[in-house]
């Protein structure tokens, strides 16, 4: 049997990542499309026995300021027969562009902290170097002849 018989049976397990075509992350997106992917959420760990929610705004995995609503804010406390309204009036501020600098603040944020990850991962020493390392060696000789 040839792999090409083989191609019919072949399937990708649950261990394998998929292949996804590369989006353009948050921080490089232009202001209108960060808008879009702004959302409002429970920002409650486990939910409140009234129904009520700490509502906050998030791009990706960082919370956005709501200095614009208050100094220092974060979240806004909705009762819960408020909360369909909080939000409501969130996604429209949002829309109409009034935490547009919060986006912005959260987009470089989010720059920071991809250019701290790529910085960590260069400096963590690599088999090249390794390998560079044990080449230096002279290949005659015999290390454990050495006392």
Known sequence: MSLQALSAFAVANNFTKAVKPQATP???LPIEQ??????????????KPDGSQALILSLGKVILKLDVIAPKATRINAPATEVANFTK???DA??????DAEIQDAQLKMMENKLKADAAVKAVPTVEGTQAVAQAVPAGLDLCAIE
Request: charged share 30%.
């Open 26 to 28: 948050l921080y490089e």
């Open 89 to 91: 009036i969130l996604k």
């Open 94 to 99: 949002v829309a109409e562009g009034q935490l």
């Open 34 to 47: 960060a808008r879009s992917k702004v959302t409002v959420r429970d920002g409650n760990k486990v939910p």
